[in-house]
């Protein structure tokens, strides 16, 4: 059985809507949970009854959710022709994003102890596909000619991981900036949710790994395909775009992530805040520089007119007028 | 009058100690931080304001639009952020606070890969990992069997047996393992010097320049052949590579249903190119996202256009201009503006200005183009006589005319300018015994973009070495680990062991569950943290 390409659009656009959906679910379950830890202390362990039944109903919902989500992308791409990644503009990208982020969650949390991060990582999830589909929405179009390479499928697969990586990463230092702010005023951690979240030199380190991972991706993504692929289409390997100079800051601000780590009396808190910073700079420049920016090559967010790569401009010089 | 001291005031520094408190300052670690942060801060500017050496055309336009800025935009260097002094005084004040850490670093850890592992600490139990138990082997036997499982973890490690003045016998293993996180931290750093300098190469000794050339036409690689050229501050033309090119066909392919109707795709140039005078051409079908290589030089596929092609004869008869005249492309339907100037016509000279629509359109009460393929083609022009301005000698834009000295020739009844709307094959007589204009046909033109840029290869290497240091230095877990064993009183010995994690993330219960295992495999308790694992697995 075959279906068409609009069929294919139209069940993409279910699937997307049917994953927010089950997102929400699960995000219900984890808040029934947590309500009801709220005046249970952190040392007593809670395996058996509702709560704990809440807890493991928000994770199999996010689970589904993700496996909604993933044939919401994967149709998206049947419904492009010629066949295609699906994150070919920011509609794209974003439900490819969010994706990321709950799959590096589900496949991390075991590992990495981190199953608490599941209502942050759903409510995000579900926030994203709202505004993706809310603001960002476009049809399915087919790709033109510049974006028509090999480099999409790698370079913006490793700026999609390491984005998604990265804001992982920047939850996990918000929670390390409650937590430490709690702690400093004194206040009771014991109970509750944030008794739940591992104490703030584990939640350091595990931001740390979690960027740690991102960072290289980034570098990947930014410095080496981004370059590459400038170079064949656009006759320059680094042409100041301002898309090119936002990655460009972001990669700074992250470098600057890992040496205030290193460096006394920037540790944690402050090494949090730059962190967060780098996610500002990384959003930002997915989201904003396509509004602010008419000039960069990457504005995919503008309607597609163009013919080639650009409109040719007049040349400064005089040609001879023979 | 009170005397002048002449040596230092006491607490004062001499030249050389301010000089070497400026270098510690600089080369600190908070320096660079506080210089990496402010290069992102810096980079800001630039991707806001549009810059001279990416959108000419946006800055004068922002000039245009912002009088009063521009004058103190213009001081601050706004236009050109990324090769303004101050912009160029960060980077580099960052390398060298960059060569300041890594020289050092580099021989300190030359000289501890060279070393052998430090000796143990004399309180092993303050360590944040330690453990010890007691044995019946004798010290030397532990000491070996440590020496050979540490090594299996892939550890130096370093056996020393002594027995003490009181008589007691002990043997002491001391083990590093990780040195590859040093080394790809310095390897990340070092390739972002060679990054840099190739970065530097690449835009002063080359060039990049554009060139609009008709399909059916040719080009030869020379400075004067180019409609626009870029060259580095020390470029030299000598470098140019001999190559010539004709463009034979061009093709394209309008998509004509679904959502990006009238959207153009699948551009191909066939070009046939020689890499010397007199050598054997080769054909080569330039695509976007594929260039042209010859030598160091990259041919590119940028724009393309169409060029109306016409002949003008003047007052007396004699054919004053003839050939393809490029039109610039005004949006994706390819209506196009442009200027013909006959420049030798008698009596006077003429000059058309107007647009070209490829498939011409009306109903909107607006002359627009509805598509970019010429299917209903229109060339719109209104009439310009006299001095254009073209003997004065000062250069002049071809997409512009210069009407200054121009008259404006009007239509019959005089209320508007004498407009030609032609389509091809028309001839039209031109008012006041100018001559005649016959549009001949549509020729199409490509733009290309050629660029020399050297040292792009050495860059991308060095990302490339970045990045795999980079990986080193993150993910490489550097740890210490002693054995301490030592007869006691009753005959039995005391076998401590401890381990000091010395990377950045290292995960503690990974940590623990080594430190368990060696402990284990020395014959000591088995594995507390290993049991507990598999209990809490299962469970």
């Not at chain 1, 499928?153 to 709690?182: N, P």
């Not at chain 2, 370093?158 to 002990?170: L, N, P, Q, Y």
């Not at chain 2, 404006?408 to 030609?420: A, C, H, K, V, Y």
Request: proline share 6%; glycine share 10%; hydrophobic share 45%.
């Amino acid at each position: 059985m075959t279906f068409t390409d609009a069929q294919y659009e139209v069940f993409s656009y279910e699937a997307v809507i049917a994953a927010g959906v089950v997102y929400f679910l699960s995000f219900l379950a984890y808040l029934v949970q947590f309500a009801s830890l709220r005046k249970v202390g952190a040392d007593v362990p809670v395996e058996t009854g509702r709560t704990a039944m809440a807890g493991r109903l928000g994770l199999v919902l996010a689970v589904l959710a993700a496996v909604i989500h993933f044939v919401g992308l994967v149709t998206r791409g049947l419904a492009a022709d010629p066949n295609r990644v699906p994150w070919g503009n920011m509609y794209e990208f974003t439900i490819s994003g969010t994706f990321f982020v709950t799959l590096i969650f589900l496949l991390t949390a075991k590992k990495m102890k981190t199953l608490w991060l599941g209502p942050w990582v759903v409510a995000f999830a579900l926030v994203a596909l709202m505004a993706a589909f809310l603001g960002l929405d476009d049809a399915v179009l087919p790709l033109p000619d510049a974006l028509n390479s090999p480099w999409l499928v790698i370079h913006v697969v490793s700026a999609v991981i390491s984005t998604a990586a990265f804001t992982i990463g920047g939850i996990l230092s918000i929670l390390f900036l409650v937590k430490e702010r709690r702690e400093l005023k004194g206040k009771d951690n014991s109970t509750g949710y944030l008794g739940r979240v591992p104490g703030t030199a584990t939640l350091d380190r595990i931001s740390y790994r979690m960027h740690a991972f991102a960072f290289p991706v980034w570098t990947f993504a930014v410095l080496i395909t981004g370059p590459i692929w400038a170079h064949q289409a656009w006759g320059n390997y680094w042409n100041w775009d301002p898309k090119e100079v936002w990655a460009f800051i972001t990669w700074v601000v992250y470098a600057g992530y890992l040496h205030a780590r290193a460096t006394a009396g920037w540790k944690g808190r402050n090494a949090s805040y730059v962190a967060l910073v780098g996610l500002a700079t990384l959003w930002f420049n997915f989201i904003g520089i396509n509004f602010f920016s008419s000039t960069s090559q990457h504005s995919y967010a503008a309607p597609a007119t163009t013919s080639l790569v650009q409109v040719v401009e007049a040349p400064d010089a005089a040609l001879p007028t023979t | 009058m009170s005397e002048r001291p002449t040596g230092p005031l006491p607490g004062e520094l001499s030249m050389r100690e301010f000089g070497r408190w400026m270098w510690r300052q600089v080369t600190s670690m908070r320096t660079a931080l506080v210089l990496l942060l402010l290069l992102a801060l810096a980079a800001v500017p630039g991707s806001l304001i549009p810059q001279e050496n990416v959108d000419t055309m946006a800055v004068s336009q922002w000039k245009d639009a912002h009088p009063k800025l521009t004058p103190v935009y213009e001081k601050l260097q706004m236009f050109s952020v990324y090769d303004s002094p101050w912009f160029s005084a960060i980077y580099l004040l960052l390398f060298i606070s960059l060569v300041g850490c890594i020289v050092p670093r580099t021989g300190v850890y030359w000289r501890a890969l060279r070393a052998r592992p430090p000796k143990a600490p004399r309180n092993l139990a303050r360590l944040p990992e330690s453990a010890s138990f007691t044995t019946q082997a004798s010290p030397a036997e532990v000491g070996a069997a440590a020496r050979a499982a540490l090594r299996k973890r892939r550890y130096r490690a370093d056996v020393s047996d002594s027995a003490g003045a009181d008589g007691i016998e002990t043997a002491e293993v001391a083990a590093e393992r990780g040195y590859l996180r040093e080394a790809g931290n310095l390897v990340f750093h070092m390739s972002l010097i060679v990054v840099l300098v190739a970065f530097a190469v690449g835009s002063l000794f080359g060039y990049k320049g554009g060139a609009i050339v008709m399909v059916g036409g040719g080009f030869a690689n020379d400075v004067r052949s180019y409609d626009e050229f870029k060259p580095g501050s020390l470029f030299e033309q000598q470098v140019m590579e001999p190559f010539a090119f004709d463009v034979d066909d061009f093709e394209i392919s309008w998509l004509t249903d679904g959502p990006r109707a009238g959207m153009a795709s699948d551009f191909v140039s066939h070009l046939s190119y020689t890499t010397e005078p007199g050598a054997e051409p080769i054909d080569y079908d330039l695509r976007v996202n594929h260039p042209l290589e010859i030598g160091a030089t990259d041919v590119f596929l940028i724009g393309h256009g169409y060029a109306p092609v016409l002949t003008i004869k003047d007052g007396n008869g004699d054919v004053a201009y003839s050939g393809p005249t490029p039109f610039l492309p005004m949006d994706g339907t390819f209506a196009s503006f442009g200027v013909i100037k006959a420049a030798d016509a008698q009596p006077s000279q003429i000059g058309l200005t107007g647009e070209f629509y490829p498939t011409f359109d009306m109903s909107g009460g607006f002359p627009t183009s509805i598509f970019g393929d010429p299917i209903n083609p229109l060339l719109s022009v209104v009439l310009y006589a006299g001095d254009l301005g073209l003997d004065d000698g000062t250069p002049q834009s071809v997409y512009a005319l210069d009407t200054e000295t121009a008259t404006p020739i009007m239509s019959e009844d005089g209320t508007q300018q004498f407009r030609l709307d032609l389509r091809p094959g028309d001839t039209v007589a031109l008012p006041d015994g100018l001559g005649e204009v016959t549009f001949d046909g549509i020729a199409r033109w490509n733009k290309l973009q050629i660029s020399r840029t050297p040292g792009k290869f050495v860059a991308l290497g060095g990302v490339i070495a970045a990045t795999l240091g980079l990986c080193l230095s993150l993910f490489m877990r550097p740890r210490r680990t002693w054995v301490r064993a030592r007869r006691q009183e009753d005959g039995s010995t005391l076998v401590e062991v401890a381990s000091l994690d010395r990377s950045s993330g290292g995960d503690p219960e990974r940590g623990a569950a080594e430190l368990a295992a060696i402990v284990e495999s020395l014959g000591g308790p088995a594995a507390p943290g290993e049991s507990a694992k598999a209990v809490e697995e299962k469970s």
